[in-house]
């Protein structure tokens, strides 16, 4: 009878039930079975909304959406470009590196994909760049940026596995960066190949462009400094960028105005913050079941006996961290996963922000794996290209993405480096 129920939702859930209320029922009847109060739900809902650190997330959502609307974007393609423009394939650098940084500060892959792919798909084509170059290139780059602060994704792991959110924040410059640069010399290299035309490098420009963006171009590494040097937390962090963003585009770029435009901001990134919250609290019930199962404990023992080695445990777990990032969205994902896998994380040796930083970066990555990665629909969508086509077209970037999840895989000091420097 149980496992009917659970067949039922998860057929319910392919075909379009939302997935708060799947996981919340799969929480309730398996709370049921194992004769636990269902008020055990609310009772997880209810630490959630009493969290000091989660203050970050609505904070930094609404600040995302707000640096969403008016010239943003444009201005950080057009500094972009002046600054890389000028280097073979330089344009499909400036799609990076523009991407990686306006998802970093919204915070959301499917925003970077709408906002920033009407401007940089066009122009890739107009300047000879080939269909699927462009497309793979622009539906990958949604999902760059997710390492760098102020990532909520990164907020939301050190909640729930219990690490330091500052030390994930620096620990994820580095991969983040070895990343991009992969895929930047990707894009120079085709660049190389194909001969394409390129302006020449304009001081007069630059100077121009970096006096547009100068006023966002800073806010990662404010929020870094500004947490790293004690000034404030994650959460104060997240306040302060709120009033700052606030005011450069009220007053400063005067793009928003305040009584027409602020109330249809904070309703649509609320909308976001409220159907992240739904589900991190169905989430939280469904793990109470899990751990009340024992579940982590009975997945530690059967993998034991297939796995002796830290090496054979972290291919493992990156095959099954790629399949999850293509089923569900990264929220409901870490809320699930991450408590089934610390407890063989911590029995094999693996420092959990490491372990962050592999995380995250398997999501991403399976945010573009076919057959049902996310960001593969949205590019479909946006681009009106058959879905068939985004996966021929997303293949060299998910190799070369697979490349560096090796690499910060198996070396560890690459997300580590950074957050023991800073301590010693």
């Known amino acids: 009878m149980i496992l009917t129920l659970v067949i039922f939702l998860i057929l319910l859930t392919i075909f379009g039930l939302p997935i708060f209320v799947s996981m919340t029922a799969a929480a309730m009847i398996g709370l049921y079975v194992n004769e636990v109060e269902f008020s055990t739900i609310a009772i997880e809902i209810f630490r959630l909304a009493n969290a000091p650190v989660l203050l970050a997330i609505p904070l930094f959502t609404f600040a ?49 994909i709408i906002a920033l792919g009407g401007l940089l798909f066009p122009a890739l084509i107009s300047e000879k760049y080939e269909e699927n170059f462009s497309l793979g290139l622009i539906t990958t780059s949604g999902s760059l940026g997710i390492q760098f602060p102020p990532s909520l994704p990164i907020i939301l792991f050190g909640f729930i596995s219990g690490a330091s959110i500052n030390k994930l924040f620096i620990a994820g410059v580095l991969p983040g960066i070895l990343i991009l640069a992969t895929l930047c010399l990707f894009s120079v290299f085709m ?129 099954f961290l790629i399949l999850v990032g293509c089923m569900m969205d990264i929220f409901s994902a870490i809320l699930i996963v991450v408590p089934l896998i610390m407890p063989l994380a911590n029995r094999f040796d693996i420092d959990p922000v490491h372990l962050g930083i592999i995380f995250l970066t398997n999501l991403g990555i399976g945010y573009n794996t076919p057959p049902v990665g996310l960001n593969l629909f949205i590019a479909s969508s946006r681009f009106e290209r058959p879905i068939v086509q985004l996966y021929r077209a997303t293949l060299p970037f998910l190799l070369l993405l697979v490349f560096t999840l090796i690499l910060i895989t198996y070396w560890p000091a690459l997300s580590l480096f950074l957050p023991n420097l800073l301590k010693s």
């Open 64 to 112: 995302g959406y707000l640096m969403s609307e008016g010239g943003t974007s444009t201005r950080l393609v057009r500094f972009s470009r002046s600054l890389f423009g000028w280097v073979p394939g330089g344009l499909g650098v400036v799609a990076l590196v523009s991407c990686a940084f306006f998802t970093a500060i919204t915070g959301a892959t499917g925003i970077t």
């Open 191 to 319: 660049g190389t190949r194909w001969r394409l035309e390129r302006p020449r490098f304009s001081g007069n420009e630059f100077i121009s462009a970096l006096k547009e963006a100068v006023w966002e171009l800073p806010i990662p590494f404010l929020i870094l400094a500004g947490i790293y040097s004690g000034f404030c937390t994650a959460t104060e962090a997240a306040a302060l960028t709120v009033v700052y963003v606030f005011v450069i585009k009220t007053l400063i770029f005067r793009e928003l105005d305040v009584t027409r435009d602020l109330p249809r901001v904070m309703k649509e990134s609320m909308k976001m913050v409220g159907g992240i919250m739904i589900i991190l609290g169905a989430a939280l019930g469904f793990t109470n079941y899990l751990v009340d199962a024992f579940i982590p404990m009975k997945i530690l023992k059967f993998l034991e006996s297939l796995v002796q080695s830290k090496i054979g445990f972290l291919l493992i777990l990156n095959l």
